[in-house]
Every structure is written in C-alpha cells, then in structure tokens.
C-alpha cells in the first residue's frame, strides 16, 4: 500500500534469510544461540544511538537525527553492513521508552515524513521519545531505484503488448528486473519485511527499549504483524492502522487497490467539479473522461521535465494515487493538475510523486547513509515494488505470464481505467526477480503477544476494512480491532475517535472494548 502522508505534498525536503536466519527468528534472539552455530549479532545490539541536529533548511529546529547499522545479511553478518537513517522528537513528559512509527508505502522515508507531519504526533511525546525511520532501501538508507526499468515494464501492459510478440514482452520484464538490480546495489536481494522487521529489533536495543513501542500505518502494518511474530516476546504497545493483508496474492491486492483508489479519484472529482478552478471543468462525468484522456495523452506524447527525464501518464498515475491517500491533499493536487493541463508545467503533480530529486550518479558505497540530494527521484516506486515482491512468493511462469496478460488487463482495467495499468504493472516487476519470502503468508499467525491494537477505516481506499477483520482473525486473541466508520487511508490523522483511543492506548496501556467503533468524524464531538 502506498504511503500514508501529511497534509503536504512529498517535495523534497532541503535540507530473505535463509535457514540460519529463520532460526534465530524463531527463537527471537539477538546473538549467538546455545551451541553457537547461528551468525554472532551481538556488535549490532550493543549499539547506542548518537543524535544530533537534523541537516535541512525544512527539518524543524527540534528534530534530531542519527543512524543504526544492521547486517547486510543476517544468516552472513561479517558481509556487510547497512546505516539506517533515524529521527526523533524527544519526549517531553516522564519518558516510558520510545515509540517506533511506519509511515507506509512500502517505501515510505520515515525521516522526512515525520520533519512534515510530526505535529500529528506531538501528544506522543508526553511518555515516549518519537522515533522514526528510512528502512534498508529507502530513502537515505540505501535507496534503490529502477532508472528506466518501471518503464520497460510498463511498455508490457500497453494495448498492444497483449496482441503482440509475447516474447517481446518477457525481454521487456527482464530488462526491467536487470534495470533496477543494477541501479539498487547490493541491498536489492535483502530487501524485504522480513529483514526490515529484525532491523526493527536491533533499533528497539539501540534506543534502550526491552519491548517495541510501535504505530504503523498501511504497510506499517505489515511490518508490525511480521515483528509480532517473529519477536512475540518483545512486544510492547503496538498499534496497526490502516491494516494490510497477510495472505492475498499481489495480484488480487493490486485489483483491490486499483478499486478503491479508482473510487478514491472519483470522489475528488467531485469535489473538484464544484469548484471553478477546477481544470477539468464543472461537469464530474466529462471530468472523469478528461483525467482518462489526459493520462493516455501523457502516455503517447510525454513532456519534459527540469530533471532531463519525460513525464509520462504513468508518472502522473502515481503523482495521482499519492495524493489521494488524504481530502487535506485535494486543494494541492487541484492546482498541480491545473499547472500541469495549463501550463505543461509538470513540477507540481511530481512532488507528489517522490521524496527525492535526481537520479545518483552512483551507488553508496558500504552501506552508509546517502546525502538527501542523492536519493533517486523513483525510489518510493522502485522500493515499493521490490519490498512487495520480496514478501510475496508467487512467480508465475513466463508461460503463465503471457497466457494469463490480456485477462489480467481487462480485469485491471475493469477495476480501474486510470489505475489499472499502474497496479498492473507492479505486479509484472516482479517477474526476473528472486522468489519472495513465504514467511508471512504461512507462518504470521496466532502470534502469542501482549495484545495489539487494529484500526480499519471502513472508507479506506487503499486497505479494505475486510483486511482488517482478516488480519485480526490470522493474529489470534492479542488482536483487538477498532472500527472506524469513516473516510481515507488511515484513521490516526483524520479521526479525533480513533487519534484519542490510540493515544490512550500508547500512552497508559488503555485498549477499547473488542467490538468498539469511531463514527464518521462530521458526527464526533
């Protein structure tokens, strides 16, 4: 699922283990077992974290910024390192610890999200230093990037690639893969929640934590269950808003998510019509078909950008699908869309698309943080995609894959003419790419934890409220959910329900009710 995002658009801010591995999970230790034999990680749990002041004309005065190093692999610790960026406004009351954010994607860079949005999280810190984090691949923690691969890729689901040389369309999928392995480095084949969820441990021991503190939205939430299950006993107050799925395949997750972000555009559409700015004019059903045609226009006849790249209908599909997440964005991309129509300027809808904004001109050698500067312009995209197909077994063959392509580019364009071929397509990245993990789908269940908190947004455009209801029954009895009966990816930031029960939740151990709900937030007090 995409990020969840503050009411700012995403400018730039100046400023699968193996055996071994799984072992170590299962028994939830941090270092060398009994008899010795599994990989030494005591050097990573006897950090401590070094803070300072954040770099950045935009980060806030009081954010503090620092770094956590983790295995590159951790079945082969002694293979290289990675530096993780971190964040933190520190806690302003009788501090109990600190509290851990996710702010979805995957994908998402914690560090910058939480320099624009952290006032949503200020009451936080009357218990907890608030601390977020760029996970391996993200961000400034060696960021990926698939250079022109997204659109290698994305040439496969055109209209004529199901007519076509299906062979034609395989090299075109190859190409994508080998495009991103060489622009990503050597964090590409480690990517993934699983790893991400043991990086989450390693920080909770360098922020001086036996338990994990933890708010995770949208994908965050993924990553929270997987932690859950991985490291039961180190669970402290841990909260899942906006909950993902366990067990769909991508495919079945990408035509769910083309729905709701397909309603999700609709509703702006509406909104926009009323307006006499609007660029598409007052009438909502020709509004619809001029985003359509707008789209498949930038498709055929993409348009310059100041960073030396074309601006295709594809770009503006993701520019899109980010901005949607929050009705606080919609003024934003009213005027994005109008420079864009107008103008042809394309700066606006492209800062919603991405936290960076230029392509490095290498990779990052060692595993160290990279200036902000040299985060790649794709990387929410480019990680997003491998994130998801390093959680997600299923490898259709390439026979499957052309034997299936034109029922599968009905059925997402069914589901969505503007963001079909966008959910499509990150679907296709995955094949060329190493099987995904089969961790999550089989074995994040009946976690034996202190009980967790589950927000589901009935509304949500991106997390069904039936993932929730799922997830909750695959985690067992720590799962507690609350229902929110409102509108929007996520409830924390939209609901003063749901923001005041998490908060009691994080801050005194208070949990709702099983079976409790937050109304539509035009109806609360």
């Given at each position: 699922?995409?990020?969840?995002?503050?009411?700012?658009?995403?400018?730039?801010?100046?400023?699968?283990?193996?055996?071994?591995?799984?072992?170590?999970?299962?028994?939830?230790?941090?270092?060398?077992?009994?008899?010795?034999?599994?990989?030494?990680l005591?050097?990573f749990?006897?950090?401590?974290?070094?803070?300072?002041?954040?770099?950045?004309?935009?980060?806030?005065?009081?954010?503090?910024?620092?770094?956590?190093?983790?295995?590159?692999?951790?079945?082969?610790?002694?293979?290289?390192?990675?530096?993780?960026?971190?964040?933190?406004?520190?806690?302003?009351?009788?501090?109990?610890?600190?509290?851990?954010?996710?702010?979805?994607?995957?994908?998402?860079?914690?560090v910058?999200?939480?320099?624009?949005?952290?006032?949503?999280?200020?009451?936080?810190?009357?218990?907890?230093?608030?601390?977020?984090?760029?996970?391996?691949?993200?961000?400034?923690?060696?960021?990926?990037?698939?250079?022109?691969?997204?659109?290698?890729?994305?040439?496969?689901?055109?209209d004529?690639?199901?007519?076509?040389d299906?062979?034609?369309?395989?090299?075109?999928?190859?190409?994508?893969?080998?495009?991103?392995?060489?622009?990503?480095?050597?964090?590409l084949?480690?990517?993934?929640?699983?790893?991400?969820?043991?990086?989450?441990d390693?920080?909770?021991?360098?922020?001086?934590?036996?338990?994990?503190?933890y708010?995770?939205?949208?994908?965050?939430?993924?990553?929270?269950?997987?932690?859950?299950?991985?490291?039961?006993k180190?669970?402290?107050?841990?909260?899942?808003?906006?909950?993902?799925?366990?067990?769909?395949?991508?495919?079945?997750q990408?035509?769910?998510?083309?729905?709701?972000?397909?309603?999700?555009?609709?509703?702006?559409?509406?909104?926009?019509?009323?307006?006499?700015?609007?660029?598409?004019?007052?009438?909502?059903?020709?509004?619809?078909?001029?985003?359509?045609?707008?789209?498949?226009?930038?498709?055929?006849?993409?348009?310059?950008?100041?960073?030396?790249?074309?601006?295709?209908?594809?770009?503006?599909?993701?520019?899109?699908?980010?901005?949607?997440?929050?009705?606080?964005?919609?003024?934003?991309?009213?005027?994005?869309?109008?420079?864009?129509?107008?103008?042809?300027d394309?700066?606006?809808?492209?800062?919603?698309?991405?936290?960076?904004?230029?392509l490095?001109?290498?990779?990052?050698?060692?595993?160290?943080?990279?200036?902000?500067?040299?985060?790649?312009?794709?990387?929410?995209?480019?990680?997003?995609?491998?994130?998801?197909?390093?959680?997600?077994?299923?490898?259709?063959?390439?026979?499957?894959?052309?034997?299936?392509?034109?029922?599968?580019r009905?059925?997402?364009?069914?589901?969505?003419?503007?963001?079909?071929?966008?959910?499509?397509?990150?679907?296709?990245m995955?094949?060329?790419?190493?099987k995904?993990?089969?961790?999550?789908?089989e074995?994040?269940?009946?976690?034996h934890?202190?009980?967790?908190?589950?927000?589901?947004?009935?509304?949500?455009?991106?997390?069904?409220?039936?993932?929730?209801?799922?997830?909750?029954?695959?985690?067992g009895?720590?799962?507690?959910?609350?229902?929110?009966?409102?509108e929007?990816?996520?409830?924390?930031?939209?609901?003063?329900?749901?923001?005041?029960?998490?908060?009691?939740?994080?801050?005194?151990?208070?949990?709702?009710?099983?079976?409790?709900?937050?109304?539509?937030?035009?109806?609360?007090?």
């Amino acid at each position: 699922m995409l990020a969840k995002l503050s009411s700012r658009p995403a400018v730039r801010r100046c400023a699968v283990t193996g055996a071994v591995g799984l072992a170590l999970v299962a028994a939830g230790l941090p270092a060398v077992a009994s008899d010795g034999t599994e990989p030494d990680l005591t050097r990573f749990y006897e950090q401590k974290v070094t803070w300072s002041k954040c770099e950045g004309d935009d980060m806030p005065e009081d954010l503090q910024c620092g770094k956590v190093t983790v295995p590159l692999d951790y079945a082969s610790p002694k293979a290289g390192t990675l530096d993780l960026a971190l964040a933190r406004y520190r806690a302003t009351g009788k501090k109990r610890g600190s509290v851990l954010l996710n702010f979805g994607g995957p994908g998402g860079a914690g560090v910058s999200e939480l320099g624009a949005g952290g006032h949503d999280f200020m009451g936080l810190t009357n218990a907890y230093d608030v601390v977020t984090f760029d996970p391996r691949g993200v961000g400034r923690s060696s960021p990926v990037s698939c250079g022109d691969g997204a659109g290698d890729a994305s040439a496969a689901t055109d209209d004529s690639a199901a007519t076509g040389d299906p062979q034609a369309v395989l090299a075109q999928l190859k190409k994508a893969a080998a495009e991103c392995a060489k622009h990503s480095g050597p964090v590409l084949p480690h990517i993934g929640t699983v790893n991400a969820s043991r990086d989450l441990d390693v920080m909770r021991q360098a922020l001086g934590d036996k338990k994990l503190n933890y708010l995770g939205f949208s994908y965050g939430t993924r990553l929270g269950a997987v932690y859950a299950a991985q490291f039961p006993k180190k669970v402290g107050r841990l909260v899942l808003d906006g909950v993902d799925t366990l067990t769909e395949p991508m495919s079945e997750q990408g035509v769910a998510g083309a729905e709701g972000q397909q309603t999700a555009l609709e509703d702006f559409v509406n909104w926009c019509t009323k307006d006499i700015a609007c660029p598409f004019g007052q009438d909502p059903r020709d509004a619809r078909e001029q985003v359509v045609q707008l789209v498949d226009s930038l498709d055929e006849d993409p348009v310059p950008t100041d960073f030396g790249q074309e601006f295709t209908g594809q770009d503006l599909v993701g520019a899109i699908s980010q901005a949607l997440y929050s009705q606080e964005l919609w003024p934003s991309l009213e005027r994005a869309l109008a420079q864009l129509v107008e103008d042809g300027d394309t700066r606006g809808v492209m800062g919603f698309a991405s936290g960076g904004a230029v392509l490095p001109t290498r990779q990052q050698a060692g595993g160290g943080l990279v200036d902000e500067n040299d985060v790649p312009l794709d990387n929410l995209p480019a990680a997003l995609m491998a994130i998801n197909c390093a959680d997600d077994p299923d490898r259709p063959s390439a026979d499957r894959i052309i034997k299936d392509l034109g029922r599968l580019r009905a059925e997402y364009e069914q589901a969505s003419p503007v963001f079909g071929r966008y959910r499509l397509t990150e679907l296709l990245m995955c094949y060329g790419r190493p099987k995904g993990t089969d961790f999550i789908r089989e074995d994040v269940r009946d976690v034996h934890s202190p009980k967790m908190l589950l927000v589901g947004t009935r509304g949500d455009p991106a997390t069904p409220y039936r993932w929730t209801v799922e997830t909750a029954k695959r985690l067992g009895s720590s799962a507690v959910v609350l229902d929110n009966k409102g509108e929007g990816h996520t409830g924390y930031a939209s609901s003063k329900c749901v923001h005041g029960k998490v908060d009691d939740f994080l801050l005194y151990g208070t949990l709702p009710p099983t079976g409790s709900s937050c109304g539509p937030e035009e109806d609360d007090d």
